[in-house]
């Protein structure tokens, strides 16, 4: 592969094969042998780095991909080009935590494991981190089983793709997710719901316990926010797909318990007294209020419905 710095824009994206199969396997294979040959060409890299240097210019939003294998990365920013972001591309953790911090983001696609700094470091690091704690995140790993999945998301990454893919599922789950960013933000009513000493200022996006911040993550603040609309109602799975993770959301819907579980963690405490999370089975979830506290008001106190 082509090196050229931190910052690197592969050049065309992979078109598939006339008469070959398109599936992820086939295309991650036909995409590393062409990688190949295109550096093996004379003059090629240089090219290819005049055009990724003339690409980084002008206001564009920018995607950040850390993949320690350079084909898989090549293979992300594949899925994305064309699309009206600026792709950064860098191969360790702690290069990709410099990045988050100076570039900014609108999204990460972390590899679980990276040199330096795993993946699941960074996606821990980052929802800790006050200034970045609402970067959509979404972990790539080679390995497929449920407990990598369970891992990334309990941790708080907004989704989970394993390897072999093929790019346009990238771009499908990134676009998605920012779909769901720009929705939510264009929404937002600047309403305040409290449930007992449990409140979401929509205005400001914060959530507080007893009047301490919850460090929710963006797909656990939709989820709240939600549940929060009527305490003690039963909302069905699908409803807090929709809400949480929105409607043209495509990956598991195990996915929605991930986030659950998370959430239940952090507004739920030891004593008895709590707010809790309750599983309806064979519906979804419900909020339950202590039964000595208020139920859900607005900013005005207007009980809600």
């Known amino acids: 592969m082509c090196r050229g710095g931190q910052v690197v824009l592969p050049g065309a994206p992979w078109r598939g094969v006339a008469g070959r199969s398109t599936g992820p396997e086939a295309v991650w294979n036909a995409f590393r042998n062409e ?39 090549s293979l992300v ?13 860098v191969y360790d953790g702690e290069t990709a935590l410099r990045v988050i911090r100076d570039e900014r983001p609108v999204l990460a696609v972390l590899a679980t494991q990276l040199p330096s700094r795993s993946g ?47 790019p346009r599922e990238v771009a499908a789950r990134v676009k998605a997710l920012l779909r769901r960013q720009a929705i939510y933000a264009e929404g937002r009513s600047g309403e305040v719901r409290r449930a007992g000493d449990l409140s979401i200022d929509d205005h400001e996006h914060e959530a507080r316990l007893g009047g301490v911040p919850l460090p929710l993550t963006p797909t656990e603040y939709r989820l709240l926010y939600a549940l929060m609309s009527q305490p003690g109602r039963a909302f069905s799975r699908t409803e ?35 707010h809790k999370l309750r599983t309806v089975f064979g519906v979804g979830y419900r909020l339950i209020v202590p039964p000595d506290e208020p139920r859900a008001t607005n900013a005005d106190g207007a009980a809600g419905h």
């Open 35 to 73: 990688s190949s040959r295109r550096d093996a060409r004379p003059g090629g890299c240089a090219r290819r780095l005049r055009a990724r240097q003339r690409a980084m210019s002008g206001p564009l939003q920018a995607i950040l991909i850390a993949d320690a294998d350079r084909t898989a990365a």
């Open 77 to 89: 920013h594949a899925g994305l080009v064309g699309n009206g972001f600026r792709i950064i591309e």
């Open 120 to 166: 699941l470091d960074l996606v821990r690091l980052i929802r800790a981190d006050a200034q970045l704690g609402t970067l959509p995140i979404i972990l790539v790993s080679a390995r497929a089983d449920a407990m990598d999945r369970i891992n990334g998301l309990d941790l708080g990454a907004d989704d989970f793709i394993a390897k072999p893919f093929h």
């Open 240 to 274: 807090l797909i929709e809400q949480g993770l929105g409607p043209d959301f495509n990956g598991k819907a195990r996915t929605l318990d991930s986030h659950i579980r998370n959430l239940r963690a952090k507004i739920e405490r030891s004593h008895a007294r709590t």
